[in-house]
């Protein structure tokens, strides 16, 4: 079961409240919260600390859902 924070990204993604990529401050608006920056990179796909990886980095700053 997905956490809600992921979900609620997945949503916005779904709803169009969110681009199909996005950048922290795009979620951190639409979700109203203020964490979105170190969010996205701690579970990117490669990210350093082995957490869930949840999200592909396009670029600097730059993320979408990972597709499986």
Request: no cysteine; aromatic share 8%.
């Amino acid at each position: 079961m997905e956490r809600e924070t992921i979900r609620k990204i997945r949503d916005a993604v779904r709803t169009g409240a969110l681009s199909h990529e996005f950048t922290p401050a795009n979620v951190n608006k639409a979700l109203r919260i203020q964490w979105a920056g170190t969010f996205l990179p701690k579970h990117r796909v490669g990210n350093p600390g082995g957490y869930t990886e949840l999200f592909v980095r396009v670029r600097s700053g730059l993320y979408r859902l990972r597709e499986d």
